[in-house]
Nanobody, 120 residues
Framework: QVQLVESGGGLVQPGGSLRLSCAAS????????MGWYRQVPGKQRDLVAE???????NYADSVKDRFTISRDSAKNTVHLQMNSLRPEDTAVYYC??????????????WGQGTQVTVSS
């Protein structure tokens, strides 16, 4: 079993910054990818940013040039630095990890979610 623990959400004014962190622990032989998604009530969960196999980085168009994802592979952690935050960035942010077991089988895990609210 794998656990993802998130931290760093909160309330920030427009134009401000927040840094989210997610630490993965448990039965992890390797990770194929880690990233962040976000969801607002009544809508689907959407990709914000992800790092695939430690090299390929994808961002949602709406956060490019404002958000930066980084990963510490040795510690199985992923961070999301969010700058120039806008009210439309308000959502619950979920950490996502695609984890390999010792047989090479991939499973997807989610964190519990952390609220980010951008408001004056």
């Amino acid at each position: 079993q794998v656990q993802l623990v998130e931290s760093g959400g909160g309330l920030v004014q427009p134009g401000g910054s927040l840094r989210l962190s997610c630490a993965a622990s448990g039965s992890i032989f390797g990770t194929n990818g880690m990233g962040w998604y976000r969801q607002v009530p009544g809508k689907q969960r959407d990709l914000v940013a992800e790092i695939i196999r430690g090299a390929n980085v994808n961002y949602a168009d709406s956060v490019k040039d404002r958000f930066t994802i980084s990963r510490d592979s040795a510690k199985n952690t992923v961070h999301l630095q969010m700058n120039s935050l806008r009210p439309e960035d308000t959502a619950v942010y979920y950490c996502n990890a695609k984890v390999r077991d010792r047989f090479g089988l991939e499973s997807t895990y989610w964190g519990q979610g952390t609220q980010v609210t951008v408001s004056s």
